[in-house]
């Protein structure tokens, strides 16, 4: 019997004013939307954080990198870079970048064609497909030995 189980993990869509959070999961290699964190005093909310943390219990967790078209990096590159070090200080879980060039755009597509779109939709939309990109890059971990 094999103890290796999929992984849970949380992905984020790290915003100044706001924060996407979706959840997903190795096995199906999906995420689902879950909801978006207000940063009213330009401050991750640490608080809604926790709470998601501790009813997910995710073993790790994905941030998305804004970058430039052309790859380089802004100011909000490295905020979200720090965001993921506090994250990892915080809860002591791996934490795991992707870039995350045009996620929003691909978020407010999805809503649109769903007939749903809300502007308060599109981050947890994003962070969803922070998510599923970054299941999507990871090797197999079929263990038939």
Do not use: C
């Not at 103890?3 to 290699?29: C, N």
């Not at 939307?33 to 943390?53: K, V």
């Not at 308060?120 to 994003?126: E, I, P």
């Amino acid at each position: 019997m094999s103890e290796s189980k999929p992984r849970v993990l949380l992905g984020f869509d790290f915003g100044i004013r706001r924060i996407g959070v979706a959840v997903g999961q190795e096995l199906t290699r999906t995420a689902r939307a879950l909801e978006t964190l207000s940063s009213p005093d330009g401050g991750p909310d640490w608080r809604g954080i926790s709470r998601l943390i501790e009813q997910w219990q995710p073993d790790a967790l994905v941030i998305g990198l804004p970058l430039n078209l052309d790859g380089s990096e802004h100011e909000v590159t490295r905020l979200a870079r720090r965001f993921g070090n506090r994250l990892k200080g915080r809860y002591n879980l791996p934490v795991f970048t992707i870039d995350e060039r045009l996620s929003s755009v691909e978020a407010e597509r999805y809503l649109t064609e769903q007939g749903r779109f809300s502007k308060g939709d599109v981050d947890k939309q994003a962070a969803r497909i922070i998510l599923e990109s970054w299941l999507a890059q990871q090797p197999d971990t079929d263990n038939d030995a």
